[in-house]
T-cell receptor, first 115, second 114 residues
């Protein structure tokens, strides 16, 4: 079964500090994509960062980067220089390549940023 | 910036009533989706829609559910006879390309079934 697990229901970080959100997944597929989506309060989910499983290099988007460990099936998100606007629910998600965009989500991590 | 819009933002209904949730996807997108999130649980895939037909649906998407793109701009989710367990946040999403995983989500419609 394809599952995504986020073991941290809530996290807190001081403004300007770095925080890492954990995600593990389980799949037997070789071709897949991993994502982190951000959902601010009362706002829609937006894509933060995307990683193709066939790429060894970790994806980076400005202050957001991932640590993709394919063998361990781990996909953590690092947020550097945290800002108040980073406060949100963060969802890790997975989709099989070659299929429709049937995203499989984790349960989410609620990130609080302390001023 | 184009965005996906959903109406209503919140609907309260009695068990057994029909509900229609509406979505306006991004105009040049071709792939449309409904997801739902029961309070405190995961966001779950319900259905995907492409070329005016369902391309995939989950076990949740039983005969009580239907989707339609009636006029080329709206994308609706209908629940024929709501049950208590249908209470959830329903998210519409659209995508321009298959398999990229970059979906654009609406803010969600909260359905409360009493």
């Amino acid at each position: 079964a394809q599952t995504v697990t986020q073991s941290q229901p809530e996290m807190s970080v001081q403004e300007a500090e770095t925080v890492t959100l954990s995600c593990t997944y389980d799949t037997s597929e070789s071709d897949y994509y991993l994502f982190w989506y951000k959902q601010p309060p009362s706002r829609q989910m937006i894509l933060v960062i995307r990683q193709e499983a066939y790429k060894q290099q970790n994806a980076t988007e400005n202050r957001f980067s991932v640590n993709f460990q394919k063998a361990a099936k781990s996909f953590s998100l690092k947020i550097s220089d945290s800002q108040l606007g980073d406060a949100a629910m963060y969802f890790c998600a997975y989709v099989v390549g070659g299929a429709t965009n049937k995203l499989i989500f984790g349960t989410g991590t609620l990130l609080a940023v302390q001023p | 910036e184009p965005e996906v819009t959903q109406t209503p933002s919140h609907q309260v209904t009695q068990m057994g009533q029909e509900v229609i949730l509406r979505c306006v996807p991004i105009s040049n997108h071709l792939y449309f989706y409904w997801y739902r999130q029961i309070l405190g649980q995961k966001v779950e895939f319900l259905v995907s829609f492409y070329n005016n037909e369902i391309s995939e649906k989950s076990e949740i998407f039983d005969d009580q559910f239907s989707v339609e793109r009636p006029d080329g701009s709206n994308f609706t989710l209908k629940i024929r006879s709501t049950k208590l367990e249908d209470s959830a946040m329903y998210f519409c999403a659209s995508g321009g390309q298959q398999n990229t995983g970059e979906l654009f989500f609406g803010e969600g419609s909260r359905l409360t079934v009493l």
